[in-house]
């Protein structure tokens, strides 16, 4: 029997899993295991929305998995040993593996800075999300301080101060909101905060986080009834404990087949995974996380027949970014994600954002039945990734 276990179902694990499971079902001498912290799937793009009050489709992963054979398992993962290949549950079972998908994704970063993990709220989990949620609907009236000019940061500023006009919302950070994308994308950010009464204060550092203010780096505060964290990344220090090569953030080091460097029986997958292309390393997105999922349901596949696994090469496309629920905005981008000079706005980007976002779950269906329409759904990346 060939053990394989999947450790997290969220996109890329979740891609993984199915495409695996499609892949492999005319096998009597496969069995796959997935483990995740949860029942439901967490469509992690919309926990600003679930901060803000909205409730989202409640998406059963043993439902979508029904029919496939594969094994669910709801914990959480404790430990892994990847010379004895075991994994450790929270409920104290073990699972054995010959092959291991890590796919536990990542989280903010609410080490780096004093006081975050103690008193700032974080879109982490879908639990995070709903305990800000219920503090600001409480709240009333007050200041409520994003912290994170990154994309994640502009998406939960905006999408609040909608949802809440009485509230005051800042967006602090180091970054301008939209520094990563083109003028024409910046300047439609910029404006639609403003729009929406979004405070921006950037070009700083934050200090320190306390119950009441986030102090800047040179000795300013600013006072903020509520935090909102949502800078910087950090990875589970499961794969490092386990004595797999990981990066200088706790990603697991990858080869060209997404198999860790020190373990090639360890596939690593999604924002868990340091991957490496021409234009430099992998920066997490479920646009990049999903076909790295279906390539190792790939890869394994073919391995299981006695073929050599194939090259994972991927190219950005877009960075669409929602500014509340009525507006939006869609930078494309080359495949490096450097941006390209088309950006979409308005009403056409709400459209394009809001199907992007909605497609992951009708995909895991259709890589059910059809695993090979997953290997065209995305860019190889020319000349940026031969
Ligand atoms: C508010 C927000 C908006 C975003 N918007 C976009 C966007 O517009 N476009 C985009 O491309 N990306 C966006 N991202 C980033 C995107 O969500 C991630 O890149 C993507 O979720 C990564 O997929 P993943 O499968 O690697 O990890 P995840 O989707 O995070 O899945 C990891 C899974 O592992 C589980 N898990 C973790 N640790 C354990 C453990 N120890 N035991 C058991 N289970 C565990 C988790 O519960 C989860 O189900 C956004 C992120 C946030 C927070």
Redesign the pocket.
């Known amino acids: 029997m060939n053990r394989i276990v999947i450790?997290?179902?969220?996109?890329?694990?979740m891609a993984a899993t199915v495409s695996l499971a499609a892949r492999t079902a005319r096998r009597d001498d496969v069995h796959i295991t997935v483990?995740?912290?949860?029942d439901r799937f967490?469509e992690?793009?919309r926990?600003?929305q679930t901060a803000s009050g909205q409730q989202l489709a409640d998406l059963r992963i043993r439902h979508l998995l029904d029919g496939t054979g594969v094994e669910f398992v709801r914990?959480?993962?404790t430990g892994v040993d990847a010379d004895a290949r075991t994994v450790r549950i929270d409920d104290g079972r073990s699972l054995e593996y010959d092959r291991l998908v890590y796919?536990?994704?990542?989280v903010a970063d609410t080490a780096a800075v004093p006081g975050v993990d103690d008193h700032a709220y974080t879109?982490n989990?879908a639990y995070d999300a709903e305990l800000l949620a219920r503090r600001l609907a409480d709240l009333g009236t007050g200041t409520l301080a994003v912290c994170g000019g990154g994309?994640?940061g502009v998406?939960?500023a905006a999408e609040i101060a909608e949802r809440y006009p009485d509230l005051d919302v800042m967006l602090v950070g180091r970054q301008e909101p939209g520094s990563t994308m083109g003028p024409k994308a910046k300047a439609y950010v910029r404006g639609a905060l403003a729009r929406l009464g979004v405070r921006v204060l950037s070009g700083v550092e934050i200090a320190k986080v306390r119950p009441e203010a986030v102090d800047l780096a040179g000795g300013d505060s600013v006072p903020a009834d509520v935090v909102l964290w949502t800078s910087g990344v950090r990875v589970?220090p499961?794969a490092a404990a386990a004595g797999l090569r990981v990066d200088e953030r706790g990603r697991i080091v990858t080869d060209h087949a997404l198999r860790s460097v020190s373990h090639p029986q360890v596939y690593a997958?999604?924002?868990?995974a340091a991957i490496r292309q021409r234009y430099g390393t992998m920066h997490?997105?479920?646009?990049s996380?999903m076909p790295t999922g279906v390539h190792a349901a790939l890869s394994i596949a073919r391995e299981l027949t006695g073929r050599r696994p194939g090259r994972f090469r991927f190219g950005y496309l877009h960075a669409?970014?929602s500014l509340g629920r009525r507006d939006a905005v869609v930078q494309f981008t080359r495949p490096d994600d450097s941006p390209g000079r088309l950006c979409l706005t308005g009403r056409a980007a709400v459209w394009y954002k809001e199907t992007v976002?909605s497609s992951p779950w009708p995909s895991f269906a259709r890589l059910k039945t059809f695993p090979s329409a997953g290997s065209f759904a995305w860019r190889r990346g020319g000349r940026y990734t031969r």
């Open positions: 450790l997290g179902a969220g996109y890329a694990g483990v995740n912290a949860d967490t992690r793009l926990l600003h914990g959480w993962v796919a536990l994704g990542a879109l989990s994309l994640t998406e939960a589970s499961l997958i999604g924002d868990a997490g997105t479920c646009q996380g669409p970014v976002s």
